[in-house]
């Protein structure tokens, strides 16, 4: 079944496409997707292969992640995110043990956004979440990426606990990348509960870096966005 689906990819190859993607992810010497190679495949395809093999093997969907393929390991992904969803409990368990394993093949912004909130997120919905704390806590960028965006999951049921707290974890990372993601949490947190996030921006915006405040902010009306970034509050 594996090489039925390497083929079926192969087949979808756009070499132009391909070098688009190189440069928007950031796959040059000493930039975030070092070394990650494209064939050029759209999500919506990549979906689609998903779903078609999604009863893939443990062992078949580990080889994926381990290749240097950017849309192989994305694949991998969709396809343990459709196994999820239908695996009762000690299924998801193995899911959720096996994601976790391989934190360090889910290296790009858009293979942590496509999976974290639903793999990881929805099965810690009803659990402790100390693993969160200690992904917000690691040295790797797209782990710290993993903790903010699964909780995603939790803001869907009006649970923002972790988000502000992991949110202040990582105020002052130097990376954009979490820059990002945690401003994406904190404008999801105000979309459910304004008043929330303003308390969490009443504490911090002075000290939150400007893409964070800016992401964070960006459903406000002008007249209160502006105030935000003058440090007018």
Not at 139 to 144: I, M, P, R, T, Y
Not at 164 to 177: A, G, R, T, V, W
Request: hydrophobic letters at 40%; proline letters at 2%; charged letters at 35%.
């Amino acid at each position: 079944m594996l090489q039925e689906l390497e083929q079926e990819l192969e087949s979808q190859t756009d070499k132009e496409k391909a070098a688009l993607l190189q440069r928007f992810f950031k796959t040059g010497k000493g930039e975030y997707g070092e070394g990650d190679v494209f064939l050029g495949v759209i999500v919506p395809k990549q979906r689609q292969i998903a779903k078609k093999f999604k009863e893939l093997e443990m062992s078949e969907i580990q080889e994926l992640l381990n290749s240097k393929v950017h849309e192989k390991r994305l694949i991998a992904l969709l396809i343990l995110v459709e196994q999820f969803k239908k695996s009762g409990g000690k299924g998801k368990q193995k899911i959720f043990d096996f994601y976790l394993n391989n934190t360090k093949k889910i290296n790009n912004w858009d293979l942590v956004d496509l999976s974290a909130p639903n793999i990881i997120g929805a099965f810690l919905l009803d659990k402790k979440r100390d693993v969160l704390y200690e992904l917000a806590r690691s040295e790797n960028l797209w782990e710290k990426r993993i903790s903010i965006i699964s909780t995603a999951a939790f803001i869907r049921n009006k649970d923002f606990e972790e988000t502000i707290k992991i949110s202040e974890i990582l105020l002052k990372d130097e990376q954009d990348l979490i820059h990002k993601a945690v401003g994406w949490m904190l404008r999801e947190v105000g979309k459910k509960d304004e008043e929330c996030l303003i308390k969490f921006l009443n504490r911090n915006y002075k000290i939150m870096p400007r893409t964070m405040l800016r992401y964070s902010i960006e459903k406000f009306p002008e007249e209160k966005r502006q105030k935000y970034l003058k440090g007018e509050i």
